[in-house]
């Protein structure tokens, strides 16, 4: 069964401290794998995806096939991080068809 | 560009009602996708359309059906309402490409009493 796991609900950081959300997966083919964010009171948002290998807002994110693990990551939180992640993956066939986990709230404390 | 509209934001029906929701996609894009969201179950995946036909359908009863039309605009039905459809309702539009990136639109809120 195609799933994204986000073990954590809620994770609280300093600002500075560095950042790691965590996220799983299973899936039976090659998925591609993304990391959405909505900051308070805005729309989702795509953050990045594996297959562009960039850095966003100073994150970023490897998979891992071995491990079905895609983390996002920052060296130094700031502030402006504060908001709710969500891993999702989909299919090369079924590319708008997304599954989403169920999200990890970040906040950072100043 | 104007980003992904939803009408209306706000919604309240009671149990065995219909109700229809809209999205208007960004101009060019011809995929639109929907989504429940809820404390519960999360962000699923209800079904998307692609050039007025149902490209792809999540796992959601009949209840739940869509179209779109040949502007790309697109509405979701919900028929015989029960209380656990009360979510928030988001639609997503893209070009339709495989590496598209789906920009989601702001929600209906959806109660039913």
């Known amino acids: 069964a195609q799933r994204v796991t986000q073990p954590e609900k809620l994770l609280s950081v300093f600002k500075g401290a560095p950042v790691e959300l965590k996220c799983n997966y299973s899936?039976?083919?090659?998925?591609?794998l993304f990391w959405y964010v909505q900051y308070s009171r805005q729309r989702l948002q795509l953050l990045l995806r594996?297959?562009s290998r960039e850095s966003i807002k100073g994150f970023t994110a490897d998979l891992n096939k071995g491990e079905t693990s895609f983390h996002l990551k920052k060296p130094f939180a700031q502030e402006e991080d504060s908001a709710m992640y969500y891993c999702?993956?989909?299919?090369?066939?079924?590319?708008?068809?997304?599954?989403f986990g169920s999200g990890t709230r970040l906040s950072i404390r100043p | 560009k104007a980003g992904v509209t939803q009408t209306p934001r706000y919604l309240i029906k009671t149990r065995g009602q219909q109700v229809t929701l809209s999205c208007s996609p960004i101009?060019?894009?011809?995929?639109v996708s929907w989504y429940q969201q809820t404390p519960g179950q999360g962000l699923q995946f209800l079904f998307e359309?692609?050039?007025?036909?149902?490209?792809n359908k999540g796992n959601f009863p009949g209840r739940f059906s869509g179209r779109q039309f040949s502007n790309s605009r697109s509405e979701m039905n919900v028929s015989t309402l029960e209380l656990g459809d009360s979510a928030l309702y988001l639609c997503?539009?893209?070009?339709?490409?495989?590496?598209?990136?789906?920009?989601f639109g702001p929600g209906t809120r959806l109660t039913v009493l």
């Open positions: 899936y039976s083919g090659s998925p591609e």
């Open positions: 999702a993956l989909s299919s090369y066939s079924s590319a708008s068809k997304i599954i």
């Open positions: 359309y692609f050039s007025e036909t149902q490209r």
């Open positions: 997503a539009s893209s070009s339709g490409g495989k590496e598209d990136t789906q920009y």
């Open positions: 101009s060019g894009h011809r995929s």
């Open positions: 594996h297959i």
